[in-house]
């Protein structure tokens, strides 16, 4: 059997200027706007799928070096598909052109857009059916038994993802690709292979999922395929369109509207708190003590003043809020476990057999190794809080502005915003909690809180400046308690 020239790992003919050109206008790249320079281009593999059929797709990891005073470094994963002569229906995902040794010149797209690359990744997850499978040069696929995949489906890329890549094979599975990557296990993987396992209904089913091992045995999760929920509805839309609902009937409370959400604000409660129970019989649990709780205090505390560099408004609010830190402080211990750990509506999708929860991935800002810690289960409680708060704020800002800023119009909408959300707040707590929370749980619950609408401040100074006032807002509420 001949040398296949792609299974040599050296990438000193690319041009790494491509990649710069390339990272600068994806949606994905999340280092947009600050100066960096490619310092490295490590080729990782070639998908096994497609060395006998359809193009060559090698997979590249990208690395790149900033220079503005943050700093630091990040690796992006590149997937490539070679062919021979320009493909003017991949015009989009166009790379650039270079001549590659053994091969001579090859126009190079991004695979993830293109239906022949991805035909050869599906048939790589089939091929895994009984044992992993690996390309030549070191990736694998992996895949759990009891699912059928079938190979002549046709794949679509998702338009509206942002932070990562997925595509949809038929209407059966789809597959994300992460875009930034870093050593290490995935929790988006290995927290769903533990709930599939266990026989969950409250998650999509994973399937398989793609990983790299590099030279010092380190391994990568690259890649994960999880069932498809064809008619499932995004449970931020669904929350918009309640919001929408009550604010159409000028003299209906949220409990006599029809599109009334308390009933699936309920269920979700119950959906988050059963897969919780099952967090806890599969990963490790722990009670920490009293200086766990100091040093998430401390956290906090760091993060608001922070903050309030960038928010000079939260400056009014920051003895209320280092009060709420200051009780937390104070207690004597903390019950920490696996979580989701960036939790809101837009994680959540309603299906036909109930709620499910998707992504557990965790805050995307946050090195790997911090989305694996264990964490209170009360993070992900407080998260699904500031969205039920968010929900109504968003609707009430559109519509005012529809209003011509009319006073009375947007006196009464706030109102109305604060009781969809409290109503759907104390739906969703009741039932989470199975009852009335403990006087810790309290504590813990307020902190997280604050913590995240703190988080919001800045998030929304930096990228809506519009929307800043939803949780300045929040900020307030928590002082005036």
């Given at each position: 059997m001949s040398e296949n020239p792609l299974d040599r790992l050296s990438t000193d003919h690319l041009d790494r200027q491509v990649f710069v050109e390339y990272l600068e206008k994806t949606r994905w790249f999340g280092g947009k706007g600050?100066?960096?320079?490619?310092?490295?281009?490590?080729?990782?593999?070639?998908?096994?799928?497609?060395?006998?059929?359809?193009?060559a797709v090698v997979d590249h990891l990208v690395e790149l070096t900033y220079g503005d005073a943050e700093g630091g470094t990040e690796s992006y994963q590149v997937p490539l598909a070679f062919y021979a002569e320009a493909e003017g229906?991949?015009?989009?995902?166009?790379?650039?052109?270079?001549?590659?040794?053994?091969?001579?010149?090859?126009?190079?797209?991004?695979?993830?857009?293109?239906?022949?690359?991805?035909?050869?990744?599906?048939?790589?997850?089939?091929?895994?059916?009984?044992?992993?499978?690996?390309?030549?040069?070191?990736?694998?696929?992996?895949?759990l038994p009891g699912h059928e995949l079938d190979p002549d489906v046709t794949a679509s890329l998702f338009a509206g993802e942002q932070s990562n890549s997925s595509v949809k094979f038929g209407e059966d599975s789809i597959m994300k690709l992460f875009r930034k990557v870093t050593p290490g296990a995935n929790p988006d993987v290995t927290v769903?292979?533990?709930?599939?396992?266990?026989?969950?209904?409250?998650?999509?089913?994973l399937y398989g999922w793609m990983s790299w091992t590099d030279e010092t045995g380190e391994e990568y999760h690259l890649a994960m395929l999880q069932q498809f929920l064809r008619t499932a509805t995004d449970g931020w839309d669904l929350a918009l369109a309640s919001v929408r609902d009550l604010y159409a009937e000028g003299d209906l409370h949220a409990h006599e509207v029809g599109g009334d959400f308390a009933g699936e604000s309920e269920r979700l409660g119950l959906t988050l708190r059963e897969v919780h129970a099952l967090l806890r019989e599969h990963f490790p649990t722990e009670r920490r003590g009293p200086e766990a709780a100091r040093a998430l205090a401390d956290g906090m505390r760091a993060r608001l003043d922070a903050a309030l560099e960038v928010v000079p408004e939260l400056a009014q609010h920051a003895d209320a809020l280092r009060a709420t830190y200051d009780r937390l402080a104070a207690l004597d211990g903390v019950d920490v476990q696996q979580v989701h750990g960036d939790l809101h509506l837009g994680q959540t999708l309603r299906t036909a057999k109930g709620w499910k929860i998707v992504d557990f991935e965790g805050e995307p800002a946050k090195p790997l190794v911090e989305r694996l810690e264990p964490d209170s289960p009360w993070r992900d409680v407080a998260g699904m809080l500031r969205s039920f708060d968010y929900a109504p704020r968003v609707v009430e800002k559109q519509s005012v502005d529809l209003a011509d800023d009319d006073a009375e119009a947007a006196a009464q909408l706030a109102y109305r915003a604060e009781e969809w959300a409290h109503r759907n707040r104390n739906h969703f707590l009741a039932a989470y909690a199975g009852g009335e929370p403990s006087e810790d749980a309290k504590v813990l619950l307020a902190a997280y809180v604050a913590d995240k609408a703190v988080y919001e401040t800045v998030y929304e100074t930096r990228n809506r400046p519009g929307w800043v006032s939803i949780p300045l807002e929040a900020v307030a509420r928590i002082g005036a308690a």
């Open positions: 600050r100066p960096f320079e490619v310092t490295g281009v490590r080729r990782i593999g070639q998908v096994p799928g497609c060395v006998d059929a359809g193009p229906r991949l015009d989009h995902a166009f790379v650039g052109w270079w001549e590659e040794p053994g091969i001579g010149w090859v126009h190079a797209y991004d695979a993830l857009h293109d239906r022949e690359a991805m035909a050869c990744w599906l048939r790589s997850f089939v091929a895994a059916v009984d044992d992993p499978v690996s390309g030549p040069t070191g990736l694998t696929f992996h895949r769903h292979r533990a709930l599939t396992t266990a026989g969950s209904t409250d998650v999509a089913a």
